[in-house]
């Protein structure tokens, strides 16, 4: 219980509660205002009229008329109360009031509450009883001159028990309904701050048993669609995310230690044996070792950039690039290897809009694919790339050879770090060039797709090659 107090949701939840019992009672207090407020005010003001009337009727008329109106308006059935006093006697001349109030004798001239005893009277008109009421009222002295010696005490007054009843009982009906609120939303905050919290220890759960090592827990989902199961879905695709990169770091380590043991062994091995060898075969080994350490450099410096490129570091500024003019470059440099090679090296381009990139980047981008083309493609005889718009906006380069190809099931595995599918890895290569095209493509934005390259002319039952395009984004105007 102490948690859920404790919790952010029922703090919030008190908070609005709080601030809904306050604007119920502002809005209490300006219908008491407007109600029994005006009320109040409205007694006053007839009782101000009665006794300007009865003083107006003194003034012209003189006592005598005085105690005849006085006497024939107690007589009405109303809520009206007079009294009537002889000073300095002290006589009862006329009303309905038996005795003066004691708050009357320091009230002259101002209002004041005061109670009275009524008679309780049944069908047949006999008195059952005594009955307390309340009233309000007003005490004036009446002179027939400032220097007369006798004087009249005149009382006006207004029955008022039924207001005051109807009062008290709005403020009762007013301060349960404000406690029944209060009550009503504690308890609200408290069933929802229970609910909130087992979808919150949830998660805690989760996060331990993840924290421990189990990579496969995931957070269950209510299906409300609310902003906690987005949450959750968020949650659980990042934690996806994790164990692939955990899954894919066991496999790189693998990988790495495939790898590097063998170049590393045979450095170690040519190495020895060169120590009891002569020059010749000392020289033999340097060279050797000069090559796999160059490898390994290799190696190292493309899982650097990898690194780099997928932290947004090593991409660098993007600006407007030409693909058209990136493509005549490379095709340029690679047609005396392809040459040597075997292949024939073919660009065909279009009118090409510009993207945003780093020229750097792309360039060794499709160095990548031509690299891969001259390796792998074996067999085959053309190596074409394309360079022109996309119709949805943007532009594309496509490499297309007429090799051996992929099969569907593996072309999302050449993407991954260290995979080489030939099984022998007696080709000279480490298995990052497309991984670090993938990183290439992610820090452009662009869309890398894999599909069947060109048939291969009289080859019966051969592959149909590997086509590569790369796709990148129209270029934003910037305004």
Avoid: C
Avoid at 242 to 259: F, K, P, Q, T, Y
Avoid at 282 to 306: C, G, P
Avoid at 430 to 445: D, E, F, M
């Amino acid at each position: 219980m102490l948690r859920i107090l404790r919790t952010t949701s029922f703090r919030f939840t008190l908070i609005y509660v709080l601030l809904f019992a306050s604007a119920v009672a502002a809005l209490g207090a300006y219908l008491y205002s407007a109600t029994f407020g005006e009320a109040a005010r409205q007694t006053d003001a007839v009782i101000d009229s009665e006794i300007a009337v009865l003083a107006d009727l003194f003034t012209n008329s003189g006592p005598g008329m005085l105690t005849r109106v006085i006497r024939q308006r107690t007589a009405w059935s109303d809520d009206s109360i007079y009294m009537l006093i002889g000073a300095p006697s002290g006589a009862l001349l006329a009303g309905n009031l038996t005795a003066l109030p004691p708050e009357a004798l320091t009230a002259e001239g101002d209002f004041f509450n005061f109670t009275f005893e009524r008679p309780v009277v049944d069908a047949a008109g006999r008195e059952t009883g005594v009955q307390q009421r309340q009233a309000r009222g007003k005490i004036m002295r009446f002179r027939a001159s400032p220097d007369a010696e006798q004087s009249y005490l005149v009382v006006v007054a207004r029955d008022i028990a039924s207001r005051e009843y109807l009062r008290r009982q709005s403020q009762n009906v007013t301060t349960r309904i404000a406690l029944v609120t209060i009550a009503f939303g504690v308890v609200i905050g408290l069933v929802f701050s229970r609910s909130l919290l087992r979808r919150v220890e949830t998660v805690n759960k989760t996060a331990n048993a993840i924290r421990g090592g189990d990579l496969s827990k995931r957070i269950p989902q209510t299906g409300a669609g609310d902003e906690l199961d987005h949450l959750s879905e968020n949650l659980n695709s990042m934690l996806d995310q994790i164990e692939r990169l955990m899954a894919g770091m066991r496999e790189v380590s693998d990988n790495i230690a495939h790898d590097l043991r063998s170049p590393l062994t045979r450095i170690h091995n040519r190495l020895s044996d060169a120590l009891g060898g002569d020059n010749v075969a000392k020289d033999e080994a340097l060279r050797a070792t000069i090559v796999d350490a160059e490898r390994l450099l290799a190696t190292f410096n493309a899982l650097l950039s990898i690194a780099r490129i997928e932290s947004g570091e090593g991409a660098g500024v993007l600006e407007p690039i030409d693909l058209v003019a990136i493509a005549q470059e490379m095709v340029e440099l690679y047609e005396p290897a392809a040459q040597d090679a075997g292949f024939a090296l073919s660009l065909t381009t279009a009118p090409t809009p510009l993207v945003r990139g780093s020229r750097e980047l792309v360039s060794q981008a499709l160095a990548n694919f031509l690299d891969n083309a001259l390796k792998y493609a074996e067999g085959g005889s053309r190596i074409e790339v394309w360079v022109g718009p996309v119709k949805s906006g943007g532009a594309m380069i496509t490499v297309a050879d007429d090799g051996p190809g992929v099969d569907a099931a593996n072309r999302a595995r050449i993407l991954e770090r260290f995979v080489r599918l030939e099984e022998s890895r007696s080709t000279p290569g480490s298995g990052l060039g497309l991984s670090l095209v993938a990183a290439i493509a992610s820090a452009h934005r662009a869309h890398l797709q894999f599909e069947d390259g060109l048939e291969r002319a009289g080859a019966q039952g051969a592959g149909r090659g590997l086509k590569v395009t790369l796709r990148f984004p129209r270029l934003a105007q910037r305004g």
